[in-house]
Every structure is written in C-alpha cells, then in structure tokens.
C-alpha cells in the first residue's frame, strides 16, 4: 500500500511542477503529452502494484500480428 501511495504523491509532485509552466507558456500539445505518459506510467505502476502480474505488450503484438504472418508466409512460398 505504500509504494502506491508514493506512486502517487510522485505523479501529483511532477504535475505540481511541470504543468503550471506549460499551461502559462500555452504548450497545451505538450500538456497534453504529460498528462497521456503520466497516466499510461501511473496505471502501469498501480497495475503492478496491485496485480503482481502485467502482462507483456510484445506478447499481444505477436497475437495481433501472428495470422498477417502465416498469410504472408504462405503467399511467398
């Protein structure tokens, strides 16, 4: 539970920090950027925190890709 709660005291901390000065230099773009890689890192690290078990991105690719190969496979022989 702790490591959670820094997690988050962390993510606020960079928030506190990096998002005031964007706003005021009208960088919404890269706004927009932090608050997508914040949240994408935030969940990754409460899923990891929680679950003990994230899956591998890779292995979904591979699934996703894996029936493009065989067809391609099967056109080039």
Same mark, same amino acid.
């Given at each position: 539970?702790? #490591?959670?709660?820094?997690?988050? $005291? /962390?993510?606020? %901390?960079?928030?506190?920090?990096? /998002? #005031? *000065? ?8 890269? %706004?927009?950027?932090?608050?997508? =890689? =914040?949240?994408?890192? %935030? ?7 929680? $679950?003990? !078990?994230? #899956? ?8 996703? =890709? *894996? #029936? $493009?190969? !065989? ?5 080039? *022989?």
């Amino acid at each position: 539970m702790i #490591p959670i709660i820094c997690i988050i $005291l /962390a993510s606020i %901390f960079i928030l506190k920090i990096d /998002a #005031p *000065r964007l706003l005021k230099a009208k960088m919404h773009k890269e %706004f927009k950027v932090l608050i997508f =890689l =914040l949240s994408i890192s %935030f969940s990754m690290v409460i899923a990891r925190g929680i $679950l003990q !078990d994230v #899956p591998n991105p890779l292995n979904g690719i591979a699934f996703l =890709l *894996r #029936p $493009l190969t !065989d067809i391609l496979v099967q056109i080039l *022989r």
